[in-house]
């Protein structure tokens, strides 16, 4: 993804909220060694998988709905790839692309047997009913069509899903310039990668084209790797909870200078240690560490991209 990259690049060059530490950078890379696990995709066994077109539509449904947990103290990720796991168990044709149109908010909180409605609710609901439309319009209702019509190229991937579903385009305006992220959309060919290892669905020439996904769990890991700094105004207001306004200047510098960080560290493990890494393999890694220090201070946004 040459246009994530080069607008991560672009902001890291003047950002004045998150600075990427070389010197951070290199501590990491020195001790890193071997002590990247291979972590599998689906380590904790949440998610649903057949190895055909309805894992497919599985994975689409579930990164649609992939962001913005954290207004909900109990919701998070396990919560919803399970939860959609079981609704897809129990009846085989829940995410068919009519269903989906129709979908309301307490059908969706029945299907996760949640509670309480939930965050973002609203907007869960309107992107599900947008991809349920576009894939009926243009896919044949299927999201295996969609994977199937970018020809192995997890790149054309993520493009193609950006033009046709407004709801992953995960553009930014930073210093005038439009700044590419696409966090949900390269989610989606990662989990399409890890979860048919490589082969059939998950296959793509290009996948080490994919970049970290730009969410709040990386950026507290790599601050505390000492890979990123932050400015003592935006510590404190992370250290306190408060929520930044989501497409501000703070918000963008955390996520582009995270995917930024991640591109270097590659590139000096490949120098250093002489090992190629994905940078698939970094973000799952870091986000499964992140996970497991639940109290790191994480930034709080209300957004639909993450």
């Given at each position: ?65 992939n962001f913005c947990f ?125 979860a048919f290892k490589g ?108």
């Amino acid at each position: 993804m040459d246009q994530v990259k080069a607008t991560a690049a672009f902001v890291a060059n003047r950002s004045s909220h998150v600075v990427v530490d070389s010197a951070g950078l290199e501590k990491v890379v020195e001790n890193i060694q071997d002590k990247i696990p291979k972590i599998e995709w689906d380590f904790e066994g949440i998610h649903y998988f057949d190895n055909g077109p309805l894992t497919v539509q599985y994975l689409f449904v579930l990164d649609t709905l992939n962001f913005c947990f954290w207004p909900d103290k109990n919701l998070n990720y396990d919560d919803l790839a399970s939860g959609l796991k079981e609704a897809l168990e129990n009846d085989k044709s829940v995410f068919d692309a009519d269903h989906l149109q129709k979908i309301t908010g307490l059908q969706l909180r029945n299907l996760l047997k949640w509670p309480r409605p939930l965050p973002l609710e609203d907007e869960r609901v309107r992107l599900l009913h947008e991809v349920g439309f576009e894939l009926e319009r243009s896919f044949g209702g299927k999201a295996s069509n969609l994977v199937e019509s970018c020809g192995r190229s997890a790149a054309k991937l993520v493009a193609t899903i950006a033009s046709h579903f407004p709801g992953f385009r995960d553009h930014s305006v930073y210093k005038g310039h439009q700044i590419f992220l696409y966090k949900r959309a390269q989610i989606f060919a990662a989990d399409l990668y890890g979860a048919f290892k490589g082969q059939g669905y998950g296959e793509f020439d290009d996948i080490s084209s994919i970049t970290i996904f730009a969410d709040y769990i990386v950026p507290a890991m790599l601050r505390k790797l000492g890979v990123l700094k932050y400015s003592s105004t935006l510590a404190s207001i992370i250290e306190s909870n408060k929520e930044i306004v989501s497409g501000s200047e703070e918000e963008v510098e955390l996520r582009a200078c995270s995917i930024y960080a991640v591109e270097k560290m590659r590139d000096l493990i490949s120098v250093k240690l002489g090992k190629q890494v994905l940078s698939v393999e970094l973000d799952l890694w870091l986000w499964a560490y992140g996970v497991q220090n639940p109290s790191l201070p994480y930034h709080r946004t209300l957004s639909i991209y993450y």
